[in-house]
Nanobody, 117 residues
Framework: VQLQAYGGGLVQAGGSLRLSCAASGNIFSLLNMAWHRQAPGKQRELVATVTRGGRTNYADSVKGRFTISRDNAKNTVYLQMNSLKPEDTAVYYC????????????WGQGTQVTVSS
């Protein structure tokens, strides 16, 4: 599985961005998907997940502001980010976990999100 993330950019605080991550192959519906982020000098952290069945979960820092969703017909997972804050600045990565092989993770290349104050 190859993952291609895009949609990052520069936005002012309070603004919005939507990230997309397209997956190759024909097993997207069997994948749990997630978004992570890594800010300069910090460890990578989990932002949001969506299971194969559509159940979602969020880091406390983004609850109520970010929404993860998936479109199985388009092999794509999205991260809608609203009310962005400067502390949301990071490289955002998408991640896929096959439900038939939970020990495996696939990573995309990352997309930069910069929020100016």
């Amino acid at each position: 599985v190859q993952l291609q993330a895009y949609g990052g950019g520069l936005v002012q605080a309070g603004g919005s961005l939507r990230l997309s991550c397209a997956a190759s192959g024909n097993i997207f519906s069997l994948l749990n998907m997630a978004w992570h982020r890594q800010a300069p000098g910090k460890q990578r952290e989990l932002v949001a997940t969506v299971t194969r069945g559509g159940r979602t979960n969020y880091a406390d820092s983004v609850k109520g502001r970010f929404t993860i969703s998936r479109d199985n017909a388009k092999n794509t997972v999205y991260l809608q980010m609203n009310s962005l804050k400067p502390e949301d600045t990071a490289v955002y990565y998408c991640n896929a976990q096959p439900t038939f092989h939970l020990e495996t993770y696939y990573w995309g290349q990352g997309t930069q999100v910069t929020v100016s104050s």
